[in-house]
């Protein structure tokens, strides 16, 4: 009979989807478009007269490979994928690319507690699209740097502020939960560690004069480096105590030696510039008699015969005159008479 069409069927094997096209008599060949790459399609033919006649043997074939397609567009053999990865705060991009056979990656070397983008693309007979990036984050880990500008904001006899800043962004590596701050009395060796949330802290319960180390650290889950020590040292007090085994002797009946030893140095408070003698008559609490001394030894004369007196001496430092000794009573000679009679 006359072929009055032909009858195309087309079968695409991996979604199991039928096509059907009709083309008129004239025509022996038919282009197929808008196929999916590197999918496989069974094709075959009837002629139509007055009915359709029976259809062809089944022709197979595949379409070339292509770049990769969105997900799950794979459009060839995944020969390999390429990992890109941007660090947020820096904005450095760097990539990596593994085998087709894998589907996971280990990288390491990255900075902690950094945002990174990750996006992955497969790679056929070129390279296909990247997917939607994925935001990660890094663990914390120990800040790799130590606080800075570590400096005194203010000291008394007894206190010491410090201040310091958090380390560097870039090295915080992580959020900060604390700060270690690590004091030495350099005068006793004793140590102290104290605890503060916030950049600063105030150093209570000093000893004045003394030489104090601050060293501070940063804690995010793991303690970071201590910064290098800086010394401070406290401001004078008054001090504590009068000088130590007070002695007085008899030179003559107008003349009296009154002895002394230096305060202990943990008394001293200060540097000593001066002791005050005081001395005064038993019945005559008007007549007192003062006099300084740099020394540990006061010679006192132009006093009265076999007369009755208490001595007692201060130490005094830049801070003011400390608490005086306990009274020590002692009597001049007799007129005429000296030490050696």
Known sequence: G???????NVMVSETAEKLQFNVTSSNTSLVLNHLHPYYNYSITVAAVTVSDGPFSQISNIQTPEDVPSEPPGQNGIIRSYVIS????PSNATFTREIEGNHTSLVVDSLHPYYEYHCTVAAVTVGMGVYSF?????TL??????????LAVVELGSSYIQFSWQPPLPEQQNGVIEHYTVNITEINTGIQTQLISSVPQVNVTSLHPFYNYDCAVSAFTVK??????FITAVTLEAKPASGPR????FPLSST???IQWDSLLPEDENGIIVSCSVTVKQTDDNDKVLYRFSNST???LDGLLPFTDYTCNIAAQNNAGLGPATANIHIRTLEAGRTLTD
Do not use: K
């Not at 006359?2 to 195309?8: G, S």
């Not at 990036?133 to 984050?137: A, I, Q, S």
């Not at 914390?140 to 500008?149: F, I, N």
């Open 245 to 248: 085994n007070l002695e007085v």
């Open 85 to 88: 990865m941007t660090e947020i």
């Open 140 to 149: 914390e880990d120990a800040p790799s740097g130590s606080p800075v500008a």
């Open 133 to 137: 990036p994925l935001t990660l984050r």
């Open 297 to 299: 030894e006061v010679i």
């Open 2 to 8: 006359i072929i009055r069409q032909y009858i195309v």
């Open 255 to 257: 003349s009296i030696l």
């Open 223 to 228: 303690a970071g480096p201590y910064t290098e």
